[in-house]
């Protein structure tokens, strides 16, 4: 039996089944990819996020009762829950994407990284401050150095530590990478954020949503719920509006952002 093998078919590179998804996902690696579908997907987010936020609000801040114990001050909740909560998310998504970045060298992981820092930096400022607010007639103070109040800082200095270091460095290349960096250390605040009223005796209260049950009333949750969707639908539009500014900004000679220009000029 003749065993020699045709030249084409040895020239063909071995399939391996492993890398068959590898296309799909860096498919939007190329800025001019993920900015078309950050254009796509803005308007719908946006709408979105308004579409969940007025009910969020109604319910939380009219139909539903007021707590037991905490009174009309317990609504601070339907603000400063998925501030929180979208604060922290926030940052573990920049360091996935620095990690990206850094081990695949993609300039949009970085640049998606970027563009997520100031609406994370917005929530964290925000749980900070509806959590004063709140202290301030529930535990007679605004502030206390608790565990949880504690690393809720750290994160929003985090925060502004990453912004302050991408304006730092003249060099692009040089500020993603450290960037990236400073996102990967400080993830590893967020379990510190998230365990500190398990961990320690501390001032703050404890988890009101818990797999499994929930410690409110039905009203009550589905605000909540509401509110936080809310919050991550328009924190996702504003995270696609920025890197889209982003791109413009360091693909500005680019052939393909150019002509998407002259045409969107030509429709107006």
């Known amino acids: 039996m003749d065993t020699r093998i ?5 020239l063909a590179p071995a399939r391996r089944p492993g890398l068959r998804w590898a296309p799909w996902i860096f498919h939007f690696a190329s800025p001019m990819r993920l900015h ?13 996020a308004a579409l969940l936020l007025l009910p969020g609000l109604w319910l939380g801040f009219v139909a539903s009762p007021a707590d037991a114990v905490q009174g009309e001050g317990y609504r601070l909740i339907y603000l ?3 501030a929180a909560w979208m604060s922290m ?48 007639p529930m535990w007679g103070t605004w502030w206390v150095w ?45 379990p510190v954020i998230y365990f500190s009223v398990r961990w320690w005796n501390t001032l703050h209260q404890g988890a009101t949503i818990a797999p499994g049950k929930a410690a409110m009333a039905p009203s009550m949750l589905a605000a909540l ?17 920025r890197v889209r500014l982003i791109i413009a900004e ?6 393909w952002l150019q002509a998407e220009h002259d045409a969107a000029g030509e429709h107006a």
């Open 36 to 48: 078309a579908l950050a254009g796509r997907l803005v308007g719908p987010l946006r709408a979105l």
């Open 80 to 82: 400063h829950v998925p």
């Open 146 to 190: 608790d565990a949880r109040l504690g690393s809720s800082l750290l994160l929003f200095f985090l925060y502004l530590g990453y912004l302050a270091l991408l304006q730092a460095h003249e060099g692009r290349e040089r500020a993603d990478r450290a960037c990236a960096v400073l996102a990967l250390l400080g993830v590893l605040n967020l």
């Open 225 to 241: 719920l509401l509110m936080c969707a809310a919050a991550w639908a328009w924190t996702a539009a504003s995270a696609f509006a």
């Open 6 to 10: 045709s030249a084409p078919m040895a």
């Open 89 to 136: 998310f926030v940052y573990a998504l920049m360091a996935l994407w620095g990690g990206v970045g850094l081990v695949w060298n993609t300039r949009s992981s970085f640049m998606m990284a970027h563009a997520l820092a100031p609406s994370g930096a917005l929530m964290a400022l925000l749980s900070l401050v509806t959590g004063a607010f709140w202290g301030q």
């Open 250 to 255: 360091r693909q500005a000679q680019a052939r």
